[in-house]
């Protein structure tokens, strides 16, 4: 379970004070939970025991012991691949006759797994419903990476509705697109460890401006999710210096499912509509093209 998780589990019993504690670390997270015990205490409005009394509550030792889980769970979230390369190199190397790329296969399988149950059915349907309820515009942003899979599911939205904008790259005439949203408008970000200062950035000035946020992240979860509407995480580590981004893609494929499942038809006819448009403008191989590639091939093998 990740720290902040322990924070929120609802099985615990906490008394007001407690409560007040949980509440200036979920609120200044984690650099509320950072100094002594005594600053911590002093913020919260509560005395120095009742800070260690809760710690020993969610399963600690005392403060100390709490304190250096938060500051594990600190730099899982900020890990690098030059830090994760010299973790994992142990790893990588007792492969054995499996070989690295079967091992990693097996790893992405693995996260794929787990993506089947971090996120339930109403979560898929909440995010669905966001996207396609949405009067205004959908806008998509990512990071370094993971833009790439925002791309990804900017190209299926628009399949199934207008006004779907992608931002490939935050530039100054990028953030000028803020001026325009509203709470009519709906923000997809991808945000996922050692978190973009820029995106993060972003999303939080749209949501100053009631912009409804859809979140894609990971399980040590982005800043974006203390005011993103719908957040789905997905677990991205694998054997490899690199986290996986093919959980998050099968997350925006199991959304796109869910979308047409719920528009149905609406959605066939646009689709139906855009494929007679490129049909027009012989954007893709026909089928006419296809028989007549087949006819050739006939020939040829006649003529040999």
């Given at each position: 379970?990740?720290f902040r998780?322990?924070?929120?589990?609802g099985?615990l019993?906490?008394t007001?004070?407690?409560?007040?504690i949980?509440?200036?670390?979920?609120t200044d997270?984690?650099?509320a939970g950072?100094g002594?015990a005594?600053?911590?205490?002093?913020?919260?409005?509560?005395s120095?025991p009742?800070?260690?009394?809760l710690?020993?509550?969610?399963?600690?030792?005392g403060f100390?012991?709490?304190?250096q889980?938060l500051l594990?769970?600190?730099e899982a979230?900020?890990h690098?691949?030059?830090?994760?390369?010299g973790?994992?190199?142990p790893?990588?190397?007792?492969?054995?006759?499996?070989?690295a790329?079967?091992?990693?296969?097996h790893?992405?399988?693995?996260?794929?797994d787990?993506?089947?149950?971090?996120?339930?059915?109403?979560?898929?349907e909440r995010?669905?419903r966001?996207?396609?309820d949405?009067?205004?515009?959908?806008?998509?942003?990512?990071?370094?990476y993971s833009?790439?899979v925002?791309g990804m599911l900017a190209s299926?939205?628009?399949?199934?509705r207008a006004?779907?904008?992608y931002?490939e790259?935050?530039?100054?005439?990028?953030l000028?697109l803020?001026?325009d949203?509203?709470?009519?408008?709906?923000?997809?970000?991808?945000?996922y460890?050692?978190?973009?200062?820029?995106?993060?950035?972003f999303?939080?000035q749209?949501?100053?401006?009631?912009?409804?946020?859809l979140?894609?992240?990971?399980?040590?979860l982005?800043?974006?999710?203390d005011?993103?509407?719908?957040t789905?995480?997905?677990?991205i580590?694998v054997s490899?210096?690199y986290d996986t981004?093919?959980?998050?893609?099968?997350?925006?494929?199991?959304v796109?499912?869910q979308?047409f499942?719920?528009t149905?038809?609406r959605?066939r006819?646009?689709i139906?509509e855009?494929?007679?448009i490129?049909?027009?403008?012989?954007v893709?191989?026909?089928?006419a093209?296809?028989?007549k590639n087949?006819s050739?091939?006939s020939?040829?093998?006649?003529?040999?």
């Amino acid at each position: 379970m990740q720290f902040r998780d322990m924070l929120l589990q609802g099985g615990l019993s906490l008394t007001p004070s407690e409560e007040r504690i949980v509440q200036v670390l979920l609120t200044d997270y984690p650099t509320a939970g950072l100094g002594t015990a005594t600053s911590l205490a002093k913020r919260a409005g509560v005395s120095d025991p009742t800070v260690v009394r809760l710690a020993i509550k969610l399963g600690f030792e005392g403060f100390p012991d709490f304190q250096q889980r938060l500051l594990a769970d600190i730099e899982a979230r900020l890990h690098s691949p030059l830090l994760m390369m010299g973790a994992k190199r142990p790893e990588l190397a007792t492969d054995g006759e499996q070989g690295a790329a079967i091992a990693y296969m097996h790893s992405v399988a693995g996260s794929l797994d787990k993506a089947l149950t971090t996120t339930p059915l109403a979560t898929y349907e909440r995010a669905a419903r966001l996207v396609m309820d949405s009067k205004g515009k959908v806008v998509l942003l990512g990071g370094r990476y993971s833009r790439h899979v925002a791309g990804m599911l900017a190209s299926y939205l628009s399949q199934f509705r207008a006004n779907v904008a992608y931002i490939e790259t935050l530039s100054a005439q990028q953030l000028d697109l803020l001026v325009d949203l509203g709470k009519r408008d709906v923000l997809i970000v991808f945000d996922y460890r050692r978190y973009q200062r820029d995106v993060v950035a972003f999303a939080e000035q749209a949501a100053a401006r009631h912009v409804r946020i859809l979140l894609f992240t990971d399980p040590w979860l982005s800043p974006i999710s203390d005011f993103a509407e719908v957040t789905l995480s997905c677990p991205i580590e694998v054997s490899s210096p690199y986290d996986t981004m093919a959980p998050a893609v099968a997350q925006i494929e199991a959304v796109v499912a869910q979308i047409f499942a719920a528009t149905g038809e609406r959605t066939r006819r646009r689709i139906e509509e855009l494929e007679q448009i490129r049909h027009e403008s012989n954007v893709t191989l026909n089928e006419a093209h296809a028989h007549k590639n087949q006819s050739n091939g006939s020939s040829r093998q006649k003529l040999q």
